[in-house]
């Protein structure tokens, strides 16, 4: 996945300087909006390798997993219960595998990358809402709101997973 992330990303930023040499040159309407299209996923794709590279140089997957901010209340388990959360399991994406796999690290280990993971999703959450000012020189408001709702909503769902899935992990450790 990291690499497909990268490629993506590289693509994103590529078609982002093309359309706007080509829009500059031909001041033609459909390049200025694949530009900002182009331009709006460039940044959510650079934000979150970029958030991930700072959280993993910052926590370096030492998350005490014991604090209150990780605790998962019975009441957030059974949303994820009625969610289906369970059911997620091998279809979503993850960047770095083997950061979760219990064959590499203890579940001690695992339980601290599952912290990080989700740090990371969270400030991308937040983070996602950034594009939106994009409508201030651009217009268009609600393209960049239903993007960034969107964005926001594929990382709270690996939030999601990751609550769901701690607590087993955390009792895998406890034994």
Same mark, same amino acid.
């Given at each position: 996945?990291?690499?497909?992330?990268?490629?993506?990303?590289?693509?994103?930023?590529?078609?982002?300087?093309?359309? =706007?040499?080509? $829009?500059?040159? &031909?001041?033609?309407? @459909?390049?200025? *909006?694949?530009?900002?299209?182009?331009?709006?996923? +460039?940044?959510?794709?650079?934000?979150?390798?970029?958030?991930?590279?700072?959280?993993?140089?910052?926590?370096?997957?030492?998350?005490?997993?014991?604090?209150?901010?990780?605790?998962?209340?019975? =009441?957030?388990?059974?949303? $994820?219960? *009625? @969610?289906?959360?369970?059911?997620?399991?091998?279809?979503?994406?993850? $960047?770095?595998? *083997?950061?979760?796999?219990?064959?590499?690290? +203890?579940?001690?280990?695992?339980?601290?990358?599952?912290?990080?993971?989700?740090?990371?999703?969270?400030?991308?959450?937040?983070? *996602?809402?950034?594009?939106? @000012?994009?409508?201030?020189?651009?217009? =268009?408001?609600?393209?960049?709101?239903?993007? +960034?709702? @969107? =964005?926001?909503?594929?990382?709270? &769902?690996?939030?999601?997973?990751?609550?769901?899935?701690?607590?087993?992990?955390?009792?895998?450790?406890?034994?």
């Amino acid at each position: 996945m990291a690499k497909t992330m990268k490629a993506i990303t590289l693509v994103s930023i590529l078609m982002t300087f093309l359309c =706007a040499a080509l $829009y500059g040159y &031909m001041k033609n309407e @459909l390049f200025f *909006s694949l530009l900002i299209t182009f331009g709006t996923i +460039s940044y959510h794709f650079v934000m979150r390798l970029f958030v991930g590279f700072v959280i993993d140089r910052l926590l370096d997957n030492h998350v005490d997993y014991q604090r209150r901010w990780f605790q998962v209340s019975d =009441a957030e388990q059974k949303l $994820y219960k *009625s @969610l289906k959360v369970k059911q997620w399991k091998g279809k979503m994406a993850t $960047y770095d595998p *083997s950061c979760f796999d219990n064959r590499i690290h +203890s579940w001690d280990e695992v339980a601290q990358a599952m912290c990080q993971a989700e740090v990371v999703h969270e400030v991308n959450v937040v983070l *996602s809402f950034v594009p939106i @000012l994009a409508a201030i020189p651009f217009g =268009a408001l609600w393209v960049f709101v239903i993007t +960034s709702v @969107l =964005a926001a909503c594929y990382d709270g &769902m690996f939030v999601m997973m990751q609550r769901y899935n701690r607590p087993r992990v955390v009792r895998l450790v406890k034994k």
